[in-house]
Structures are given as C-alpha cells and as structure tokens.
T-cell receptor, first 116, second 118 residues
C-alpha cells in the first residue's frame, strides 16, 4: 500500500525567509507526487507535480519541490516566504499505473504559518 | 487550470433527511471523479471513485447505500448522503481528472461542501 508522511504538523517561518515543508513517501515502483495547498474552508489548489524527468519541479506561486529517490522524499520549498503563503499544505502520491489505483493518497497536512 | 465547482457550498439539515451535493467540471470532461471527506484538522480521506456511466467504487468502510454516487455525465457527479446523522457532518470535497487512466494527470478539486447535520 502506498503512503505519505508529513512529519511536521506546523511550520513557522518569518516573512522573507526560505521555507521547507517536508514529505516522504512509500510506494512500490515509480511514484507520482503532488503538492496541494488548502486555504480555510476551501478545496485544494494544485501547486506542482512530479511525474518523471528533472528532480527539481517548479510550480505555482514561486513554490518548487525536489524529488529525491534515494531518500524517498519530495520536500516543498520556496526561497522567500510571504504572509499570504500561510495555509495548509498537503503532499500526495499516486501509485504506479499498473496498480490500478487512480486516487491520490494524502499526507496528514502541514500548516504553514508565515509571520510578518 | 481546470475548474471544478461544487454546490451547495454549505448545507444544514435535520437528522434523517437526505442531502445531495453536486460536483461539476466546468471546462473539461472528467473521465473520473473522486469524493473525499475531511474532518477538522485532518487530511482528506477518499470515499469513492466514480466513472461516467458505471457504478462507483467505494473505499473500505464507506457505506455505499448511505453515500449514493451518480456520475451521470462527463461533467457531473452527485453525492447523496441518505438519512443523514450528526456523525455525517463533515467537509466533502470532490475532484476530477480529465485524461484516461494511462496518463498520469492532475486532479482538480472543487471548493468543498460543508455539511452540518443537526
């Protein structure tokens, strides 16, 4: 079974500083990895995904994520945090095509708080 | 990106009544739609996967007779919570994907529906 771990319930960072939100995954075969952001009482907004190719993936709003196969990680990063980045961030994985499981498995979420 | 809408955005109902939630893909045809529920301060839990014109596939532990899913067209899926009880109160979120299974594409999420059962 596939799984995703987000070890930090909350990450606090000062505005202008770099931020990292951690994610590790477990899946047999090649993973398909996603990051989504959720604002209060809203659905999820897609940030970026890794399917194949370059390990550094660039996404929306200046976010990027680095796929590390040896460490089974897909950490979300941003060079300079904004107060408006404060939200709940979810990492998700979809398993290999041959598993037939098309739905995403989500991590528990990490709340990012950016202080002005 | 693609847009998915949900209606209503919130609903309050009495215990024992049924509630229907609609999920629409506005600018694309969704081969597959997913229904999730989210409890406060928790992650999304997949309830079921639905394909247009076929029966939904429910996750283990989800009662298919209680959570009726109809995917009548390529742009509309509905979730009906039958005989709702207070423990069904939750945030229900749908998502949709456009491309066939052989392609790994992005799921786009609706804004969610908050259901409160009194």
């Amino acid at each position: 079974a596939q799984s995703v771990a987000q070890p930090e319930d909350q990450v606090n960072v000062a505005e202008g500083n770099p931020l990292t939100v951690k994610c590790t995954y477990s899946v047999s075969g090649n993973p398909y990895l996603f990051w989504y952001v959720q604002y209060p009482n809203r659905g999820l907004q897609f940030l970026l995904k890794y399917i194949t190719g370059d390990n550094l993936v660039k996404g929306s709003y200046g976010f990027e994520a680095e796929f590390n196969k040896s460490q089974t990680s897909f950490h979300l990063k941003k060079p300079s945090a904004l107060v408006s980045d404060s939200a709940l961030y979810f990492c998700a994985v979809r398993g290999p095509m041959d598993t037939g499981r098309r739905a995403l498995t989500f991590g528990s979420g990490t709340r990012l708080q950016v202080q002005p | 990106g693609a847009v998915v809408s949900q209606h209503p955005s919130w609903v309050i109902c009495k215990s024992g009544t049924s509630v229907k939630i609609e999920c629409r893909s506005l600018d694309f045809q969704a081969t597959t739609m997913f229904w999730y529920r989210q409890f406060p301060k928790q992650s999304l839990m997949l309830m079921a996967t639905s394909n247009e014109g076929s029966k939904a596939t429910y996750e283990q532990g989800v009662e298919k007779d209680k959570f009726l899913i109809n995917h009548a067209s390529l742009t509309l899926s509905t979730l009906t919570v039958t005989s709702a009880h207070p423990e069904d109160s939750s945030f229900y979120i749908c998502s949709a994907r456009e491309l066939p299974d052989r392609v790994v594409d992005t799921q786009y999420f609706g804004p969610g529906t908050r259901l409160t059962v009194l």
